[in-house]
């Protein structure tokens, strides 16, 4: 019973424990509780500290993240950080786990700002509004202080339709007809915003689609068009490529990078903008098409 009690205190710490730990007062260790800031679980009613994890911590947070293993990526969909990341993995193998979760721009800002996942991924809207539109998003979550705004590149965004369907390419109010059946992004997202947009420059109502699925990112919104249960859908150039599908461009927009400033200084985040800056980089964005990187890693907002 002592050797397991013995073993069991070395693996957790107590508030106050934890608090001599690191020479920081209770209600101190409160605080960092309450913030989502300290490795933490409650045990019966008690916060208790896993010590392996308090040590991780106070080294990440001494070095910036330069010693960090893990690097969690959320947010927007995008094929190219999906290759990268994958090509990343191969080379790192057991030394490192770089994981990339695409959902949608607000879910991925929503756990960025819980302290969930490292960097968020997002677009929304136009190129020429996302050096207004991007910042006044972030400001809207109670984190932004801390978060720095990276471009990670622009990309072609328009519709996506099956070479050969029943749609023939005609002017853009035609593809909205209720004939036609919509593969749509779901709420939050920045592929359902720009469809928005584009409905309402054309004076149409995102209600009035005639909607037969929703999808969850760009990749499966292409995937229920090439399956046929859908015949329209938003998306980039470069997914209608992956999907062998028909692309009509409607523009570019910013796809960026919000990050922590300490995970801006993490080494596996910086190796993220190498690689997509990489000669292989630039060839699978030319592969895909509808890219352009001359801005990628510039710092957009949030420096000072």
Request: aromatic share 10%.
């Amino acid at each position: 019973m002592s050797k397991q009690l013995i073993h069991y205190s070395d693996v957790f710490m107590s508030v106050k424990q934890v608090s001599n730990y690191l020479h920081l007062n209770e209600k101190k260790i409160y605080a960092l509780i309450g913030e989502g800031h300290i490795p933490a679980t409650k045990i019966t009613g008690k916060w208790m500290f896993p010590k392996e994890l308090i040590d991780k911590w106070m080294l990440d947070s001494t070095h910036n993240g330069l010693l960090h293993d893990r690097l969690i990526i959320a947010g927007g969909d995008d094929p190219l950080i999906y290759r990268v990341v994958l090509a990343m993995m191969e080379a790192l193998g057991n030394k490192a786990l770089i994981t990339y979760s695409p959902s949608s721009t607000r879910q991925g800002l929503d756990l960025l700002n819980s302290n969930k996942v490292d960097v968020s991924c997002i677009h929304w809207g136009p190129e020429q509004e996302s050096i207004r539109r991007h910042p006044s998003l972030l400001q809207q979550y109670q984190k932004h202080h801390s978060w720095i705004l990276i471009r990670a590149f622009k990309r072609e965004q328009g519709l996506m339709y099956r070479t050969n369907s029943s749609v023939v390419k005609p002017n853009i109010p035609g593809l909205f007809d209720q004939k036609y059946r919509w593969s749509v992004r779901q709420t939050g997202s920045g592929g359902q915003r720009f469809l928005m947009e584009i409905l309402s420059q054309h004076g149409l109502n995102y209600d009035g689609l005639n909607i037969s699925a929703t999808a969850r990112s760009e990749r499966e919104a292409a995937s229920n068009v090439a399956l046929q249960t859908a015949d329209i859908a938003s998306g980039t150039r470069a997914i209608a490529t992956e999907f062998g599908l028909d692309f009509i461009s409607l523009g570019w927009e910013a796809f960026d990078f919000v990050v922590p400033r300490n995970i801006w200084f993490r080494h596996l985040f910086q190796n993220l903008i190498t690689h997509i800056k990489s000669d292989r980089g630039q060839a699978i964005s030319i592969q895909l098409g509808g890219y352009q990187l001359n801005e990628c890693g510039d710092i957009i907002w949030g420096e000072d």
